[in-house]
Nanobody
Framework: QVQLVESGGRLVQAGGSLRLSCAASGRTFISYTMGWFRQAPGKEREFVAAINWSGGSTYTDSVKGRFTISRDNAKNTVYLQMNSLKPEDTGVYYC????????????????WGQGTQVTVSS
């Protein structure tokens, strides 16, 4: 079992930056690929970024060059640094833990946090 707790979401102006954190419980954190997803009102949950145990990462096209995912295995924490934020980045951001391979599908992730709200004003 893995429990995930996100933090760092808030209201920010377009062009601003935020860093989201996700603290995980459990001794096997290092074995999980960690992902960030987001869900805007009325839309399906979508993939944002993921990072595997060794630091290999992937991003959805709309955030490439603006967002950076990282992890600190000693602290059981994964981060999402978000720069040059746009109003379309608004949504609830969820942290998730999956298998050993990087994946972009919601179905590949087994554990989820409660989410943190990010609102980008224009």
């Amino acid at each position: 079992q893995v429990q995930l707790v996100e933090s760092g979401g808030r209201l920010v102006q377009a062009g601003g930056s935020l860093r989201l954190s996700c603290a995980a419980s459990g001794r096997t954190f290092i074995s999980y690929t960690m992902g960030w997803f987001r869900q805007a009102p009325g839309k399906e949950r979508e993939f944002v970024a993921a990072i595997n145990w060794s630091g290999g990462s992937t991003y959805t096209d709309s955030v490439k060059g603006r967002f950076t995912i990282s992890r600190d295995n000693a602290k059981n924490t994964v981060y999402l640094q978000m720069n040059s934020l746009k109003p379309e980045d608004t949504g609830v951001y969820y942290c998730a833990a999956g298998g050993r391979l990087v994946a972009v599908s919601v179905a590949e992730y087994h554990y989820w946090g409660q989410g943190t709200q990010v609102t980008v004003s224009s």
